[in-house]
């Protein structure tokens, strides 16, 4: 029996599904104890407490300000300045000011190639944070590994990213954990049985969910029966793929794609006359306005699930989610005309972590800065409740699920 409340879901994603994630020279780095803090306990020890240096003072930011992915970049764009003016003002490095460099990799590999070259020559960057997509960011990160600089990828999510090296920090969980977490919330939400198709973008995060949730889903006890993809953006009519979805009578339509390939899906379902029974479900990248905006009404009912939280003012309140959290949101919507989402809470916390690492072991030692990073203590996330890594560079957040609800997006409990 299918059944969705308006409350708040916050889904812990377990350690266990991290367990064979991370490489084997990485653990034995962290069951070393090569951690900024542990190399600090034992100088201190020694009588030899090092005094952290800056001789580095630019971070740097290529994302994508134009082309197809504009407002993702904008977003990270408002999210570097917030974080860095906010840091800034408040004594910056032990006094200097830190410089932050924007710049426009366009989502384009060519292009961030070119940039990740020139920022690795370049003798004043500590390190880089971008860009956006794992398309682009798995081509670009053997780029930055090999010449040295930290990578804080905000949104990358491929399972392989955080393999790629030890200089690279994802603020995203991998798809692996976040989609079977998603998996399990559908499954608690329908029951045993329920049937899911699948439409999925020809993206390497389409492809790569689609393959997750193809044997996650039987696993749990459901039945998939259907798997089809699509061009996100250049696929505006679906109703070849819909006709063939509802001849098959789901319980489930899954939608892995951009929000508006969601918001289509879901209006010509309905103008196809797909039952008010059938639950659409789709990501994070949902949790938008804009979305919203596209299809409205028409998503009643369905379960929208990730690990980016939607930051509308009637979900985000202190009855559910931290005053770090609910604080961030208002300051981003006073000071930018653009409304804040989940990418910006992501990119906020991913600058801030760097900029407080790099203030307490310095800017001049790039393993250094990126072990103090993934062993932060106390950090106060603007993007979950807790953010925190294990088996090195692996994230760890937890996992937001909403429906709509007049017109709405309201918090889902299963």
């Given at each position: ?75 990270y ?39 990740a ?7 004043d ?38 393999t790629?090296?030890?200089?690279l ?28 198709a699948?439409l ?9 969910v ?23 953006g ?38 196809l ?10 990501p ?18 369905g ?94 957040k937890?996992?937001c ?10 918090v889902?409990?299963?």
């Open positions: 029996m299918k059944r969705i409340v308006a409350l708040l879901l916050t889904c812990s994603l377990l350690l266990t599904a991290l367990a064979g994630c991370g490489d084997s020279e990485k653990k034995e780095t962290a069951a070393a104890g090569g951690t900024a803090a542990s190399a600090e306990n034992n100088a201190e020890t020694n009588g030899e407490a090092e005094t952290p240096t800056y001789g580095k003072t630019k971070l740097a930011a290529p994302i994508p300000l134009t082309g197809p992915n504009s407002q993702y970049g904008i977003a764009r408002n999210a570097l300045e917030m974080a860095v003016k906010e840091f800034n003002e408040n004594g910056g490095l032990n006094g200097t000011e830190v410089v932050l460099e924007v710049l426009d990799d366009q989502s384009d590999v060519t292009q961030a190639t070119n940039l070259n020139q920022l690795i020559d370049d003798p960057v500590f390190a880089v944070v971008g860009t956006f997509g794992s398309s682009v960011g798995m081509a670009v990160a053997p780029t930055y590994q090999e010449g040295g600089m930290p990578l804080i990828a905000p949104n990358i999510s491929h399972q392989d990213f955080p790629l090296g030890d200089l920090v994802p603020i995203s969980p991998t798809a692996v954990i976040e989609i079977n977490g998603v998996a399990d919330v559908l499954y608690k939400c329908t029951g045993e049985g329920t049937k899911m699948i999925y973008a020809t993206t390497d995060l389409g492809v790569n689609n393959n997750i949730l193809s044997e996650k889903w039987p696993e749990l006890g459901g039945e998939l029966v259907y798997s089809n993809s699509f061009v996100s250049e696929t505006k009519d679906f109703s070849a793929l819909l006709t063939e979805v509802i001849a098959l009578d789901p319980d489930i339509i899954y939608v892995s794609g951009e929000y508006y390939d969601v918001a289509s899906v879901i209006l010509q379902a309905r103008q006359g797909v039952s008010e029974d059938v639950i659409f479900s789709g994070g990248q949902c949790f938008t306005q804009e979305f919203i905006d596209l299809c409205g009404a028409e998503a009643r009912n379960v929208f699930c990730g690990t980016l939280p939607a930051y509308f003012e009637d979900v985000i309140t202190t009855e559910h989610y931290s005053d770090t959290m609910v604080n961030f949101m208002n300051d981003y919507n006073e000071t930018y005309p653009e409304t804040c989402n989940g990418f910006a809470g992501n990119c906020y916390d991913g600058i801030m972590l760097t900029l407080l690492a790099a203030k307490k072991v310095g800017t001049d030692d790039a393993h250094k800065l990126v072990e103090a990073i993934l062993s932060y203590e106390d950090y106060e996330s603007v993007s979950t409740s807790h953010l925190y890594f294990t088996d090195y560079n692996y994230a760890n937890e996992l699920a909403y429906t709509v609800k007049d017109g709405k997006f309201a889902v409990e299963y």
